[in-house]
């Protein structure tokens, strides 16, 4: 009695319903509505970063630990930075590498999961080995292993955001190819010689590419917190980049001396975490009704 | 049911190994040389020589592999870099203190989380129905090391309610500073069990049989504990499952922030002294107790149910 | 209170039930009007959709909450059940009142075994559960259930269809209940299977003596088994009297359409309701007239302007139509 509702299967039957209307339902779900906000004052705060006056990362000794007033409105860290436009700096950071490793994870999986969809016998029991294995490693020790190897970079997050949401949406992908494989339209399709990424691209990404994007939408805060927790422990973003997780680590370090480092790292996070999960929970509900009911 | 257990427990093997095979495929598929990575630039000549004599990378890659794959599957996971001090000792010293923490925080997300399941499934549509299902999509989407930090922030440095570091000494004292760290590691998961549990519960709600119930009269209380949680709890088996495997490596934030010792922190200052074997080694130790877990959950479930159990016996 | 033995066990008059949906207000039951006698089988026949289960569910209290009783009383045993509250209808639901539902794959618990269930069931007794387990098993061999002794510490899903079925018909015949409500149980089966469950069903009446509410569309059934029918249409009782004399002489056209124009196929098994053509009325705004205007061939304009009253006609107690005396239709098949 398996309780997942498949997405690849409600995918099959959905067909694109007026955007506008289904825009505006969305909106008037409070929580949805809610969602947006943060993520639009996320959005805001990310592009407004270089009109402020302070630079995020030179240091200036003479106003170390400062408190919040009018010159630096979140007061300064403990090198004497402006916190305020570090944490909209690190706005920049998060939105960037959370949307590209979520686009860069969707294309993984849409590319292994029609290949394990389309492709021999074989070819798709290892690609399931390996995704199973993939799933079977704890996130955090994944992401520690090859952040060792690798040495600590962007490109190293994005990778284990590839690593840890590819194989997910590889599995949707491969059902949705596998329920379309042996249609009889597309059974024709291949008998013309339509190979199988032109078929690929023409029937199943359409059909898919919905609810991708909702579950995708639904994952970002887990990409947020990939990206500032690796920042936090100093294996993501190199410092003096401004990242939320690394300016939360120097508030942690000393905790003690100010509050402010640490509201500086910790509420954004926590803004943008919300931010997707209610806008993602209200498109579900809009788009996919029958994941809402439960 | 013989056959779905053998079969379960292939497939565990099967990852198992797959994960072995990826691992050695990742150690010496990297740009540059895996010594020099495992010693650091620094090393001498001499040393790099002596550790691949002794790490066998002079010998043939088939050799290698066997002796990488039957090592590890005999519970060697090689030596220390530095003290050489057998790295499965090392990591099975500071298991318990990660297990306290994980058993903690399981107490903090199974509780709540099923009285809150219970109430919204009962509740559905109610004012505390709609709070409980914000509440557990944001407690989700909050990573544990923010918390963590609040926690700290909260309640031991301005409210000084629990010490700031260290696991303590005594009973009494090592459950007061489990405290912060246990909430910091299982709050999310109260919102996933809430979740599935109200969701497998309406599920169940919905069946014939427990129409039937009601049409003979039996109390709302009687049927909600005997005849609709009894199935509605299978699917959160699995989510625990799944939760104590995530949380043995997911305490590394919580370790840290609360300077506990334990497998996350014994991996973060591995890293940082590039102690590799170390690091390898604790991914195998948490992979296998999160392949274990799962099974276990899974085999559970077997047992708890008798469609599955009788299904597959014949 | 005193009871006349032959006052009817249920008496369901003038019931009014709309469900509140969005587009607004659903009338799912108008003017219902059925009577069951003491240890009486009364055959309840509709299509799906005519109200079948509404009717059902009302009478024994479970409906869903987003139905109202406007109107209208079920009284069982002198008592109005529209009044009563969740728990006072718990009290007689499974003791004076049971239920057989349709499907028995998914009417028992699947994790629950029989006998637990069947011990359940029994919470009103002061029996240890040592004499209610042994009630349940004689309970099991009276629905001939091979080797009850060991059988009751199966599962569901360990029985076949039919065997579950009489499981069913077992726990809800266990308290001697005085009006057994049977929806639909022999649909699910068999043809074969169907007429061993009947006959069962028919023994264990007679030797416990409860009235039976038993809804099907199967006709075949009813004519083998049932005293008396009442036929549903859209959410009203269109035509009821005793089985033999409406299958004679139908007088509603919806029951003359429903029966053909060959009396010999009543006999045979019918697995489904024949199908008339048309569909049926929109019940969130029915229009003024007779609820059957729209299909019926013979309707006119005061079919379609006045709501017909309930006229006892030809050998039927009850037909709610404009003409109940008019000439039967012809009907071509």
């Not at chain 2, 996971?77 to 203190?97: E, K, M, T």
């Not at chain 3, 929109?282 to 019926?296: E, M, Q, V, Y």
């Amino acid at each position: 009695m398996s309780s997942a509702v498949d997405p690849a299967t409600a995918a099959v039957v959905k067909k694109p319903r007026k955007a506008r209307g289904a825009m505006r339902r969305l909106v008037s779900d409070p929580l949805g509505a809610l969602g947006l906000g943060l993520i639009v004052v996320t959005v805001l705060a990310a592009l407004a970063a270089g009109l402020l006056p302070h630079d995020p990362v030179k240091l200036n000794p003479m106003v170390r630990f400062a408190a919040p007033g009018a010159e630096h409105w979140l007061g300064t860290d403990n090198l004497g930075r402006d916190l305020f436009t570090r944490m909209l700096y690190g706005a920049r950071i998060a939105l960037v590498i959370s949307i590209g490793a979520t686009v860069a994870s969707l294309l993984v999986g849409l590319l292994f999961g029609v290949l394990a969809g389309f492709g021999p016998r074989w070819l798709d029991s290892i690609l399931l080995l390996l995704m199973d294995a993939m799933k079977s490693v704890p996130t955090v020790m994944l992401a520690l292993v090859l952040i060792t190897w690798t040495g600590p970079s962007l490109w190293a997050v994005v990778l284990v955001v590839v690593l840890v949401n590819g194989p997910t949406y590889a599995r949707i992908v491969r059902t949705q190819v596998l329920a379309l494989r042996n249609a009889e339209f597309i059974e024709a399709e291949r008998a013309l010689g339509a190979g199988f990424l032109r078929v690929a691209s023409l029937h199943v990404v359409p059909n898919i590419i919905g609810p991708l994007l909702i579950l995708a939408a639904m994952d970002i805060p887990i990409v947020v917190g990939i990206e500032a927790g690796l920042s936090f422990l100093g294996l993501g973003v190199r410092p003096p980049t401004p990242s939320w997780g690394t300016i939360l680590f120097d508030g942690f370090s000393y905790i003690r001396d100010s509050i402010w480092m640490v509201v500086a790292g910790g509420l954004p996070i926590v803004i943008t975490a919300l931010g997707f999960t209610f806008l993602g929970e209200a498109l579900r509900d809009t788009f996919d009704p029958k994941l809402a009911k439960r | 049911m013989l056959s779905y257990l053998a079969r379960r427990i292939l497939l565990s093997v099967a990852v198992v190994l797959t994960v072995i095979a990826a691992l050695f495929a990742m150690m010496h598929a990297i740009p540059g040389d895996a010594v020099r990575t495992a010693l650091g630039p620094r090393a001498s000549e001499a040393m790099v020589e002596a550790y691949r004599v002794k790490m066998g990378l002079d010998q043939p890659v088939l050799v290698q592999i066997w002796r990488f794959f039957s090592t590890i599957l005999q519970g060697d996971l090689g030596s220390d870099a530095i003290s050489g001090v057998p790295v499965a000792r090392i990591i099975l010293a500071q298991l318990p203190d990660t297990l306290y923490l994980v058993a903690g925080a399981m107490v903090v997300a199974v509780v709540p989380g099923i009285w809150l399941g219970v109430m919204s499934a009962t509740h559905r549509g109610s004012l505390f129905d709609r709070v409980t299902s914000v509440l557990s999509v944001s407690v989700m989407a909050v990573p544990s090391f923010v918390i963590a930090i609040y926690l700290l922030l909260i309640f031991a440095i301005h409210l000084s309610w629990f010490p700031a570091i260290g696991a303590g000494e005594g009973f009494a004292d090592r459950l007061h500073r489990l405290v912060l760290p246990s909430v910091a590691l299982g709050l999310a998961w109260i919102g996933y069990i809430a979740r599935i549990l109200r969701a497998s519960m309406l599920e169940v709600m919905g069946e014939n049989h427990i129409r039937t119930a009601r049409a003979f009269g039996l109390s709302e209380r009687r049927i909600m504990f005997d005849y609709v949680l009894r199935i509605a709890l299978l699917p959160t088996i699995t989510v625990l499952g799944m939760g104590i495997g995530q949380m043995l490596s997911g305490a590394v934030f919580a370790e840290i922030v609360f300077g506990r010792p334990g497998i996350g922190k014994l991996v973060y200052d591995s890293i940082a002294a590039r102690n590799y074997p170390i690091v390898v080694g604790t991914l195998l130790v948490t992979t296998g107790f999160f392949v274990l877990v799962n099974l276990i959950a899974d085999l559970l479930i077997a047992f708890l149910d008798p469609r599955v159990r009788n299904v597959v016996s014949r | 209170m005193s009871l006349d033995a032959s006052d009817p066990v249920l008496t369901v008059s003038g019931l009014t039930l709309s469900y509140d949906i969005p587009a607004g207000e659903l009338k799912a039951l108008r003017d219902v009007n059925l009577s069951i006698g003491k240890g009486e089988i009364v055959g309840l026949v509709g299509e799906s959709g005519s109200g079948k289960s509404t009717l059902m569910q009302a009478i024994l209290g479970l409906l869903p909450g987003a139905a109202q009783i406007r109107s209208g009383s079920i009284r069982f045993e002198g008592q109005d059940l529209t009044g009563l509250s969740a728990r006072q209808m718990r009290g007689l639901l499974g003791d004076r009142i049971s239920v057989v539902f349709q499907d028995p794959m998914t009417a028992l618990n699947p994790v629950l075994t029989i006998g637990r269930q069947m011990i359940d069931i029994q919470h009103r007794s002061k029996l240890s559960r040592r004499e209610k387990r042994a009630r349940a098993i004689e309970m099991l061999a009276r629905v001939r259930i091979p080797d009850p002794e060991s059988r009751i510490d199966r599962y569901p899903h360990e029985f076949s269809g039919g065997m579950r079925q009489r499981v069913a018909i077992a726990m809800a015949l266990m308290a001697k209940p005085a009006l057994l409500v049977a929806d639909e149980p022999t649909t699910a089966l068999d043809a074969t299977l169907e007429i061993a469950t009947i006959d069962l069903l028919r023994e264990l009446q007679s030797e416990i003596g409860c009235a039976v509410l038993f809804i099907t569309h199967h006709l075949g059934v009813v004519a083998e088994l049932c005293d008396r029918i009442d036929i549903m249409y859209a959410g009203e009782i269109v035509e009821s009297g005793a089985t033999g004399a409406v299958f004679q002489d139908p007088r509603h056209p919806y029951t003359q359409l429903l029966f053909g124009c060959d009396p010999a196929q009543i006999a045979e098994p019918m697995r489904h309701l024949p199908s008339i053509g048309g569909n049926l009325p929109d019940l969130t705004a029915p229009l003024p007239g007779c609820i059957f205007a729209s299909r019926c061939p013979r309707a006119d304009e005061t079919c379609t302007t006045g709501h017909p009253a309930d006229h006892k006609a030809g050998q039927s107690d009850l037909v709610r139509c404009h003409y109940p005396l008019a000439p039967r239709l012809e009907i071509s098949a």
